[in-house]
């Protein structure tokens, strides 16, 4: 056993504690000194650092120890870029690890790495980049990256331990530290009723060349695409499926490079889903949009090589390369709708991913009869994703709740 209780002579009454490791190579046992304390709960904590600290002393045995923990991490990030592993988005965001790392760890060897140095690390970035504590927040990434890279260097051997453990926010961070993250404003059933009605009316009064926007936001209020789904949109992806007609999609657009990038968020480049359906008079305004499309474009002499809906008309160098409408340009032509209809939000912290959220939270409001898987597959999530993310209190349901309530408690009141 590794703690005995003394039993006699001076340290009678105490707790010895030795850990007896075992040679990789020759199986034989390794001699560690052993330590007596005072009480078996001390005893656990000190077993616990004796295998921690020969762990350590096996790092700084082998090559990797040595060398620079804020090079291998750099090293391990070019290459999974290089092997094509990343979407760029994803690079970028561990660039920025990359960064931090190399401006508080320096010269650190991999060897000098502990708990406590990346505890530290944490607490330095939030001191001097105003970083919030909270899940999903700038740190809780940079912490996610590092406990990625460290389980990587233990698959390979190099490391026994994680140095970054599990919910490390709550183990770097009092409870007083963390922020409460705001929620996001979803919008009503009614509020989306009164946003749509404001946008087809602002269609008639515009040159189509201006439609894109408001379509792409149609869309998004309809069936709650991500924006970069929207913006890759085909023709062709509107399909009949019974008597609905929904969007088969497959791909999404690049913002930061400009093109498509031949797969949904995280999915293989071969995997397509059905969305939600289109409501009738966003299905009518596509046809009428789609046909003013194809005679624009005839005119111009203008082919639309991506087949895209939202194929950019205002820009005809962007139009030649079959560029789509920008996600700024809908964010804008949201807020200034959000504040014409009285929308109670901060129209500036409402965009189109506010559409997405909304229409989540508002289908799976409506009954329990909702199945979450189904709708889950029909927006490109995995049901988790779906209820950790996405699903917010419907506030029209919210109050609704309050009145059967104060109803209830009325009549058992006048019951009494």
């Given at each position: 056993?590794?703690?005995?209780?003394?039993?006699?002579?001076?340290?009678?009454?105490c707790?010895?504690?030795?850990?007896?490791?075992?040679?990789?190579?020759?199986?034989?046992?390794?001699?560690?000194?052993?330590?007596?304390?005072?009480?078996?709960?001390?005893?656990?904590?000190?077993?616990?650092?004796?295998w921690?600290?020969?762990?350590?002393?096996?790092?700084?045995?082998?090559?990797?120890?040595?060398?620079?923990?804020?090079?291998?991490?750099?090293?391990?990030?070019?290459?999974?870029?290089?092997?094509?592993?990343?979407?760029h988005?994803?690079?970028?965001?561990?660039?920025y690890?990359?960064?931090?790392?190399?401006?508080?760890?320096g010269?650190?060897?991999?060897?000098?790495?502990?708990?406590?140095?990346?505890?530290?690390?944490?607490?330095?970035?939030?001191?001097?980049?105003?970083?919030?504590?909270?899940?999903?927040?700038?740190v809780?990434?940079?912490?996610?990256?590092?406990?990625?890279?460290?389980?990587?260097?233990?698959?390979?051997?190099?490391?026994?331990?994680?140095?970054?453990?599990?919910?490390?926010?709550?183990?770097?961070?009092?409870?007083?530290?963390?922020?409460?993250?705001?929620?996001?404003?979803?919008?009503?059933?009614?509020?989306?009723?009164?946003?749509?009605?404001?946008?087809?009316?602002?269609?008639?009064?515009?040159?189509?060349?201006?439609?894109?926007?408001?379509?792409?936001?149609?869309?998004?209020?309809?069936?709650?695409?991500?924006?970069?789904?929207?913006?890759?949109l085909?023709?062709?992806?509107?399909?009949?499926?019974?008597?609905?007609?929904?969007?088969?999609?497959?791909?999404?657009?690049?913002?930061?490079?400009h093109?498509?990038?031949?797969?949904?968020?995280?999915?293989?480049?071969?995997?397509?889903?059905?969305?939600?359906?289109?409501?009738?008079?966003?299905?009518?305004?596509?046809?009428?949009?789609h046909?003013?499309?194809?005679?624009?474009?005839?005119?111009?002499?203008?082919?639309?090589?991506?087949?895209?809906?939202?194929?950019?008309?205002?820009?005809?160098?962007?139009?030649?390369?079959?560029?789509?409408?920008?996600?700024?340009?809908?964010?804008?032509?949201?807020?200034?709708v959000?504040?014409k209809?009285n929308?109670?939000?901060?129209?500036?912290?409402?965009?189109?991913?506010?559409?997405r959220?909304?229409?989540?939270?508002?289908?799976?409001?409506?009954?329990?009869?909702?199945?979450?898987?189904?709708?889950?597959?029909?927006?490109?999530?995995?049901?988790?994703?779906?209820?950790?993310?996405?699903?917010?209190?419907?506030?029209?349901?919210?109050?609704?709740?309050?009145?059967?309530?104060?109803?209830?408690?009325?009549n058992?009141?006048?019951?009494?």
């Amino acid at each position: 056993m590794s703690i005995l209780k003394i039993k006699s002579g001076k340290n009678k009454g105490c707790y010895r504690v030795r850990i007896q490791p075992l040679d990789e190579n020759t199986g034989k046992k390794i001699s560690v000194p052993s330590k007596v304390v005072s009480s078996y709960a001390q005893a656990k904590r000190v077993e616990k650092q004796l295998w921690s600290d020969f762990l350590e002393n096996k790092v700084s045995a082998t090559p990797e120890g040595a060398k620079k923990f804020a090079d291998m991490f750099s090293e391990f990030v070019e290459q999974r870029h290089d092997d094509g592993n990343w979407q760029h988005a994803t690079y970028v965001d561990w660039k920025y690890t990359v960064k931090l790392v190399k401006a508080y760890f320096g010269d650190t060897k991999l060897k000098n790495i502990t708990e406590e140095r990346i505890r530290d690390f944490a607490r330095w970035y939030i001191k001097n980049y105003q970083g919030k504590v909270s899940r999903n927040s700038t740190v809780d990434r940079r912490l996610q990256h590092l406990r990625q890279y460290f389980a990587v260097l233990i698959d390979k051997g190099i490391l026994k331990t994680n140095k970054v453990p599990r919910n490390a926010l709550h183990k770097f961070f009092r409870t007083d530290e963390f922020q409460v993250i705001e929620e996001k404003y979803i919008f009503t059933p009614s509020e989306v009723k009164d946003m749509k009605s404001e946008m087809i009316q602002e269609l008639k009064d515009l040159n189509p060349t201006f439609w894109g926007s408001r379509i792409g936001l149609l869309i998004a209020l309809d069936v709650g695409m991500r924006p970069q789904e929207i913006q890759a949109l085909r023709w062709n992806n509107l399909i009949k499926e019974g008597k609905y007609h929904v969007f088969e999609i497959s791909d999404s657009w690049s913002e930061k490079l400009h093109k498509l990038n031949g797969h949904l968020k995280s999915r293989p480049s071969n995997y397509s889903h059905k969305t939600l359906n289109l409501s009738d008079e966003v299905f009518d305004l596509l046809k009428k949009y789609h046909s003013f499309q194809n005679e624009f474009l005839k005119e111009k002499g203008i082919s639309n090589k991506n087949n895209f809906i939202l194929l950019n008309l205002r820009d005809q160098n962007r139009t030649i390369l079959g560029m789509p409408i920008g996600q700024a340009n809908m964010n804008n032509i949201i807020k200034q709708v959000a504040r014409k209809v009285n929308i109670k939000g901060d129209p500036d912290k409402i965009n189109v991913y506010t559409c997405r959220h909304s229409k989540i939270s508002i289908v799976a409001n409506i009954s329990e009869d909702i199945s979450l898987p189904i709708l889950a597959n029909r927006f490109g999530n995995s049901v988790k994703i779906i209820m950790s993310r996405y699903l917010h209190a419907d506030r029209s349901r919210d109050l609704a709740m309050l009145d059967i309530i104060n109803k209830d408690m009325s009549n058992t009141q006048q019951a009494q």
